[in-house]
């Protein structure tokens, strides 16, 4: 019990120091002033409105961290989560049951502690700075959708991971990373034409004329393009964005329809070929590939944990697996124990795939660049996403390397000014750390 406290205690404190690193390195770097190359870009009104945007979205972080973290050791600590165990045990229902709603019941205790966050997050900080355009009819509706989806997909994955255990025994944990890996390819293939549908509309891009150079850029770079779609991301917020989904005839990309008014179509061709570098250098199927490799380590190590009766013990629930072994209620727990265990896990491995997943962004701008050569579109694509986002200029290294996906934007402008002249080698690219999804 003390070591799986300790271990979410150690989350969340390595979380919340590294936020407040963050801030200070923010603050100092104001102070400093912006870097004379993009000093004519951002005014002092903006930089003093994305420093406190920056902060209050920090502070959120610290208090909805410290509530979920508080809740699962509560949970633990005052001994409710033998408690439904031992309940849902004495149900009169098929052991594959008892152990869903026992996963179910804690799942839904985490979801709710984090709807005071979405609220205040939603209606609050995001209206304030301009950005939510949600009503309550639609986050309700959003949290009812997502609710269900999330339940329906878990009690399918938990079924099939149920059944491994009691058929296999040993070695469930091979058939469940098969059915783990079999089930992202069919989320990735399903998600746009399935789930994401159920959330925004998506109609082919208005704008023809654009439409038709995307084709073409497309065609030329020999790039599959099932579609080039348009979504209403304005019902929720005004973020602008572009992303690329799916996977063989679903694989469309999709524009926020906020980002389509405000960018030129030679900006946006841009972050089309951004898109495309991903695709001609197999950065999605890359990534993939790195996460089911390491679930696959995952479910191994966690297979031969959950066999040993420590663990039960740590929760107060070795009694029941003296009596019923690794079954029924208690493959519920596990699984979610193992779920909150990933978090901080997590963290400690996100350094490795943040590193991969900046790296691709530099090759794929860099790709861009050679498909559409000028500088000046896709510097201006991110600029204006950066304005737009009010993403943070000043990041601290360390916060970047745990965090940041995308290469902070100064870094990437920078990297796109050196292959313009010449100079861009790889080496730039391992070291430096954009907040924008393209
Ligand atoms: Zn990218």
């Given amino acids: 019990?003390?070591?799986?406290?300790?271990?979410?205690?150690?989350?969340?404190?390595?979380?919340?120091?590294?936020?407040?690193?963050?801030?200070?390195?923010?603050?100092?770097?104001?102070?400093?002033?912006?870097?004379?190359?993009?000093?004519?870009?951002?005014?002092?009104?903006?930089?003093?409105?994305?420093?406190?945007?920056?902060?209050?979205?920090?502070?959120?972080?610290?208090?909805?961290?410290?509530?979920?973290?508080?809740?699962?050791?509560?949970?633990?600590?005052?001994?409710?989560?033998?408690?439904?165990?031992?309940?849902?045990?004495?149900?009169?229902?098929?052991?594959?049951?008892?152990?869903?709603?026992?996963?179910?019941?804690?799942?839904?205790?985490?979801?709710?502690?984090?709807?005071?966050?979405?609220?205040?997050?939603?209606?609050?900080?995001?209206?304030?700075y301009g950005f939510s355009t949600i009503t309550i009819k639609t986050w309700l509706g959003d949290q009812v959708k997502s609710l269900l989806i999330s339940g329906i997909l878990m009690a399918l994955l938990f079924s099939g991971f149920y059944l491994f255990i009691n058929w296999l025994e040993n070695w469930w944990w091979l058939a469940a990373w098969g059915l783990v890996v079999a089930f992202t390819f069919l989320m990735i293939y399903l998600s746009p034409v399935v789930l994401m549908p159920l959330f925004n509309k998506f109609v082919p891009l208005e704008d023809e004329v654009l439409k038709n150079k995307i084709l073409e850029m497309a065609r030329k770079a020999d790039f599959p393009l099932a579609g080039v779609y348009q979504m209403d991301a304005s019902k929720r917020s005004t973020h602008d964005n572009a992303f690329f989904t799916g996977m063989g005839r679903t694989r469309r990309i999709v524009f926020y329809?906020?980002?389509?008014?405000?960018?030129?179509?030679?900006?946006?061709?841009?972050?089309?070929?951004?898109?495309?570098?991903?695709?001609?250098?197999?950065?999605?199927?890359?990534?993939?590939?790195?996460?089911?490799?390491?679930?696959?380590?995952?479910?191994?190590?966690?297979s031969r944990v959950l066999a040993h009766p420590w663990i039960y013990n740590a929760i107060g629930l070795g009694d029941l697996f003296i009596d019923t072994g690794f079954n029924g209620p208690l493959i519920g727990v596990a699984l979610y124990v193992v779920s909150i265990l990933l978090e901080p896990?997590?963290?400690?491995?996100?350094?490795?795939?943040?590193?991969?997943?900046?790296?691709?962004?530099?090759?794929?701008?860099?790709?861009?660049?050679?498909?559409?050569?000028?500088?000046?579109?896709?510097?201006?694509?991110?600029?204006?996403?950066?304005?737009?986002?009010?993403?943070?200029l000043f990041p601290h290294p360390l916060y970047v390397i745990f965090h940041y996906s995308h290469p902070p934007l100064l870094a990437r402008l920078k990297a796109i000014d050196d292959l313009e002249k010449g100079k861009g080698n790889s080496s730039n690219y391992a070291t430096s750390t954009a907040t924008s999804d393209t």
């Fill in 1 to 128: 019990m003390i070591l799986l406290i300790s271990i979410l205690f150690f989350g969340y404190l390595v979380t919340s120091l590294l936020s407040g690193l963050n801030l200070a390195h923010l603050k100092a770097s104001i102070q400093k002033g912006l870097p004379p190359e993009v000093s004519d870009l951002f005014d002092a009104t903006k930089v003093a409105q994305i420093a406190e945007y920056t902060v209050a979205k920090t502070r959120l972080g610290y208090w909805s961290e410290f509530v979920s973290t508080a809740v699962v050791i509560i949970l633990f600590a005052a001994g409710i989560v033998p408690q439904i165990t031992l309940w849902a045990d004495a149900l009169a229902v098929a052991p594959l049951l008892q152990g869903l709603a026992v996963m179910l019941i804690l799942m839904l205790i985490g979801y709710l502690s984090g709807i005071p966050a979405s609220l205040y997050s939603d209606f609050k900080l995001e209206k304030k």
């Fill in 257 to 302: 329809d906020t980002m389509v008014k405000n960018y030129s179509h030679q900006e946006l061709l841009s972050v089309m070929g951004h898109e495309i570098g991903h695709w001609k250098m197999k950065h999605i199927f890359k990534m993939i590939l790195a996460v089911s490799v390491l679930s696959g380590v995952l479910l191994f190590a966690a």
């Fill in 345 to 392: 896990l997590n963290l400690l491995l996100s350094p490795l795939m943040n590193w991969q997943s900046r790296k691709y962004e530099y090759q794929s701008d860099a790709y861009a660049l050679k498909l559409n050569p000028s500088a000046g579109d896709m510097k201006g694509a991110l600029i204006k996403l950066s304005q737009k986002n009010l993403s943070n």
